[in-house]
C-alpha cells in the first residue's frame, strides 16, 4: 500500500515562494503520473497540477500556469511544487496524489487518483 507523506507548506507573505514535496513509499512510484490538489476553506478539492511518470509531461489549473512548478524525482520517490508569485488567493491545505501503477498519464480527475496525503497547509497573507 502507498503512502504519501507532504511537507514544506506554511505561512508566506503574498509574492513569496514555496517548495512543497511528496515522498512516495510502499509501492512501485516511477510508472505512475502524479498529481497535486488543493482544498480552501468551505470549498471542494480542486486540481493544480499534474504530472506524467517520466516527467516529460505536466499540467497546471489556469489559476497556477506560470507561477507553479511541478516535477519529479523518481530515484528519490518524490515530487515537487514549486510556487513562486503566491497569492492569499492559494491559501489552502494542498495533497498529492498517486495514479494507480501504470496510469502514466496526467489527470485533472480526483476519482482517477488512488491514494493520497495527508495534506499540508499554505497560508498566504496579504
Known amino acids: 500500500q502507498v503512502q504519501l507523506v507532504e511537507s514544506g507548506g506554511g505561512l508566506v507573505q503574498a509574492g513569496g515562494s514555496l517548495r512543497l514535496s511528496c515522498a512516495a513509499s510502499g509501492r512501485t512510484f516511477s510508472t505512475s503520473a502524479m498529481g497535486w490538489f488543493r482544498q480552501a476553506p468551505g470549498k471542494g478539492r480542486e486540481f493544480v497540477s499534474a504530472i506524467s511518470w517520466s516527467g516529460r509531461v505536466t499540467n497546471y489549473a489556469d489559476s497556477v500556469k506560470g507561477r507553479f512548478t511541478i516535477s519529479r524525482d523518481n530515484a528519490k520517490s518524490t515530487v515537487y511544487l514549486q510556487m513562486n508569485s503566491l497569492k492569499p488567493e492559494d491559501t489552502a491545505v494542498y495533497y498529492c496524489?498517486?495514479?494507480?501503477?501504470?496510469?502514466?498519464?496526467?489527470?485533472?480527475?480526483?476519482?482517477?487518483?488512488?491514494?493520497w496525503g495527508q495534506g499540508t497547509q499554505v497560508t498566504v497573507s496579504s
Open positions: 496524489a498517486v495514479r494507480p501503477v501504470g496510469q502514466a498519464i496526467v489527470s485533472v480527475t480526483i476519482a482517477q487518483y488512488d491514494a
